[in-house]
């Protein structure tokens, strides 16, 4: 019974490490590390000043695409609450909404850089959301969330165009440790990649403030 019961307390101890991206290779250490420090205070700490996706800044633009960008993540925020969710359905139906607003884009009146950025990002959204909207299957819809989210983020953030603050996001455990990134307008973690499975698992990585 002894042994395991402390097999379980290793398993759950490395389990925390990795979700919350802590590479020390003592499990004892990692224990000291983390006592007394909940989750979302080391999220918050990870993410103050730091810069994970580099834009330019556009913040110039005229009224009508800073709207639309805006409606952008307004509908994308939709869709990670489907995939949080894990409901294929909403996200196909969410995907479609993305898709909708981002050929609604009104880049033909912006000029040069601003131009060729705006349909560079608003090119990726519509091919991951069209894949998406394609799919019902929650795996392969998931695969396409983060090149999505990025180029989202992108744009929000170089035509300042977010109506809140912003919180880009990180699991470490996703896609067989790989990792990747999604979008949220909440501080608290709702992991889209694994749903209730795996739900608060992840960090804040950069915050974009309105």
């Not at 952008?72 to 898709?99: C, G, H, I």
């Not at 919180?167 to 990747?180: E, I, R, T």
Request: glycine fraction near 2%.
């Amino acid at each position: 019974m002894k042994k395991t019961l402390f097999a379980a307390a290793v398993v759950a101890a490395f389990t925390f490490s990795a979700c919350s991206e802590n590479n020390t290779e003592n499990a004892e250490a990692t224990a000291e590390m983390h006592e007394g420090m909940d989750h979302d205070d080391m999220a918050t700490d990870e993410a103050e000043g730091a810069v994970v996706v580099e834009t330019p800044d556009y913040s110039n633009v005229a009224e009508p695409l800073k709207t639309q960008v805006s409606q952008l993540v307004d509908q994308y925020m939709k869709l990670t609450d489907a995939l949080v969710a894990s409901d294929a359905a909403a996200a196909k139906a969410a995907a479609n909404e993305v898709l909708t607003v981002a050929k609604a884009m009104p880049i033909a009146t912006l000029t040069t850089d601003e131009k060729a950025f705006a349909e560079e990002k608003t090119a990726v959204v519509v091919d991951n959301a069209t894949k998406i909207a394609n799919s019902e299957d929650l795996g392969a819809q998931r695969e396409n969330l983060q090149p999505l989210s990025e180029a989202v983020f992108s744009m929000a953030k170089a035509f300042d165009a977010a109506d809140e603050t912003l919180y880009y996001q990180y699991c470490p455990m996703a896609f067989n440790n790989k990792g990747a990134y999604w979008l949220s307008s909440n501080e608290e973690i709702r992991n889209p990649y694994f749903g209730d499975a795996m739900l608060s698992c992840g960090s804040n990585k950069e915050v974009f403030k309105k």
